[in-house]
């Protein structure tokens, strides 16, 4: 499948593996595609996601992914689901935290000492890129684009769709952005 991938979406996947590295993450995450995503510059996604999310708003949006990191990477749904079973998860991260310290159920922080070798993709993340050609697919295009990504990652689900969803990129906003692009 990666040999279907464009430079831009290439340049995701790898920056997505940077992200992960830099945070110390033993796998790639959805967040760290995003993260990558958001680094783009002069790409379908890129320009996309510079119209429905703004440099200026970024910052809230990397707060909203590190909040969710925090929660050991719960959704709002998840959250919802936990308080009816009377289960206070900001209680529990309250809990933890002053126990382990701040971001002790980030997870994911591998072995300090590991800095070699590949970083794996986590489930989620393949089922992103996953989704990406069938993405393509559907829109009849031949190659799969970091728009293609951009685009899956508003459709799997989870704390990244979710985050975008309330900043206002969803798979319709993306897809008009994209679309308008390639008319204009």
């Not at 499948?1 to 993450?25: D, N, P, Y």
């Not at 922080?109 to 996953?130: H, Q």
């Not at 829109?139 to 684009?145: L, N, Q, S, V, Y």
């Amino acid at each position: 499948m990666f040999e279907r991938f464009t430079k831009a979406a290439r340049t995701v996947v790898k920056g997505a593996v940077e992200h992960a590295e830099r945070g110390g993450a033993t796998a790639v995450t959805p967040e760290h595609l995003l993260l990558a995503l958001l680094d783009g510059e002069g790409t379908r996604a890129a320009d996309a996601l510079r119209t429905l999310c703004p440099p200026d708003r970024r910052p809230a949006l990397a707060a909203a992914l590190a909040d969710a990191r925090r929660r050991a990477g719960l959704s709002r749904a998840d959250q919802e689901a936990l308080a009816e079973l009377g289960i206070d998860v900001g209680a529990i991260v309250a809990r933890v935290e002053e126990t382990h310290g701040a971001g002790a159920l980030a997870g994911d922080r591998g072995d300090p000492g590991r800095r070699s070798g590949r970083r794996s993709f986590s489930r989620e993340a393949k089922t992103v890129l996953e989704k990406s050609l069938r993405v393509a697919l559907a829109r009849k295009d031949r190659e799969i684009g970091d728009e293609h990504i951009l685009l899956a990652l508003t459709t799997t689900g989870g704390v990244v769709a979710e985050v975008l969803a309330d900043h206002g990129v969803t798979y319709a906003s993306v897809d008009t952005a994209v679309s308008g692009a390639a008319t204009a």
